[in-house]
């Protein structure tokens, strides 16, 4: 046939899918830098900072192209960036102006993170490439986990901290960039070493593990390729040792509630075959519990969950009690009371809910969630199949908000939006 006097091949032929890879390029390194590249960043001793890159880097691409698109949504969380910076004046030391600092490129990441990846075009980045980075973060989270496993006291200064000197061993310096597989705990009455590398605690290693298993699932299980779908099955039985023993109540609830979600969304659109995963993924974890130590250490978390409670239900009241004195800026950072008995964390931490609540007032919180309610409503109506793992990554994350801190984990939020608006670009 003929189109406007050329010859057209009446069966066009089709292109071969691009080659899968996980080599960066010049666009996208920051992106590789915190996902496939997060062992090398270990092992040099940055791996808390690399997630200020999306901030430091898509932020400067941003602001120098006057073309850029911001999506609608995203103004919630524009005006939480400026809104949270009022909250500088209740700081009284510099190193908690450097704290807010490093906390703020993280929320900045979240939002340049998204707006590049609205903006830049397929065929410079795939959006099947950044799953697949996402996913082999969670494999990286996993072997991490049974470092942690097996060497629970392994802490050492990482290179970073030697070539900084005396700086390396000063508080954030050392929490973010030390060598250290696993937090040893006590809560169940004797010592409990818990997957935590490449975070400050196990806490991050949950919520991470937790945000990104739909990419994962996506990049490993849901496609055509059934030797790559094999291996997936594999590494995804694997993971589920770590996340056990992790005692991660948080990580747990998280992923039950996005499964049960899931099943039941493709349920309601006369799928079941979600329903048969959930159910032989309850059969794995029943007989993980009964073959191996695993199940002893659930046990006890459940049975001594109690003063783990009440230390949390203290943390939450106070900051509470915090935020009302200060409901509009907030209190600038964590505080650590001068009569909090020992052990005792900071109030502020343990949820990002309590984080925004008292450090950023009641308005930065507002902002905050607003924006991400939205977000999770807004990629709850795309209708591609790709659109469903990005929407299941932000509902399990609004799910962790009050009860893990999501820092750094915030970036994540806004590639997964930023992913989802790719799919639905109205």
Not at 99 to 121: C, D, E, H, K
Not at 276 to 303: E, F, R, S
Not at 362 to 384: D, H, I, K, P
């Amino acid at each position: 046939m003929t189109v406007a006097g050329e010859a057209v091949d009446a069966h066009p032929v089709t292109r071969p899918r691009p080659a899968r890879n996980l080599w960066p390029t010049k666009a996208t390194w920051p992106l590789w830098a915190m996902t496939v590249g997060m062992p090398l960043a270990y092992l040099l001793g940055i791996q808390g900072f690399v997630w200020c890159l999306p901030a430091l880097v898509f932020g400067t691409r941003i602001l120098a192209d006057r073309n850029v698109r911001f999506p609608k949504s995203t103004i919630l969380l524009i005006v939480f960036l400026g809104w949270i910076l009022l909250s500088t004046a209740m700081i009284e030391s510099a190193s908690g102006y450097l704290l807010f600092v490093y906390r703020w490129l993280l929320f900045a990441g979240a939002l340049t993170s998204l707006v590049w990846l609205v903006n830049v075009s397929e065929e410079r980045v795939r959006s099947m490439q950044v799953y697949d980075w996402l996913a082999a973060l969670w494999i990286c989270l996993v072997v991490f986990g049974y470092l942690g496993v097996l060497f629970p006291e392994f802490v050492q200064r990482s290179p970073f901290q030697i070539a900084l000197g005396p700086v390396g061993n000063v508080g954030v310096v050392d929490e973010l960039s030390r060598w250290r597989f696993a937090e040893t705990q006590g809560f169940l009455g004797y010592p409990l070493p818990r997957p935590a590398a490449p975070f400050t605690g196990t806490n991050g290693w949950g919520a991470a593990v937790g945000i990104l298993t739909p990419f994962f699932l996506r990049s490993w299980i849901v496609q055509p390729d059934q030797r790559r779908r094999r291996i997936g099955y594999a590494i995804a039985l694997v993971g589920v040792y770590p996340i056990l023993v992790s005692v991660n109540r948080g990580l747990w609830i998280s992923l039950a509630v996005g499964m049960v979600y899931f099943a039941a969304r493709k349920a309601l659109r006369g799928k079941f075959a979600a329903f048969g995963v959930l159910c032989g993924a309850m059969v794995a974890v029943t007989v993980l519990l009964l073959a191996t130590p695993a199940g002893q250490l659930v046990g006890d978390k459940l049975d001594k969950s109690e003063r783990s409670n009440d230390s949390r239900s203290t943390l939450y009241v106070e900051a509470f009690h915090g935020a009302v004195d200060s409901p509009l800026i907030g209190n600038g950072g964590p505080v650590r009371p001068p009569d909090a008995p020992p052990g005792m964390p900071p109030i502020g931490t343990h949820g990002m809910l309590w984080y925004l609540m008292f450090v950023h007032g009641f308005v930065g919180m507002a902002l905050f969630l607003a924006w991400l309610g939205g977000e999770v409503l807004r990629s709850g109506r795309v209708r591609t199949a790709d659109g469903w793992w990005t929407h299941l990554a932000l509902v399990i994350g609004l799910v962790q908000v009050p009860f893990y801190g999501l820092l750094p984990q915030v970036v994540l939020f806004g590639i997964a939006a930023g992913l989802s608006h790719r799919e639905d670009p109205t």
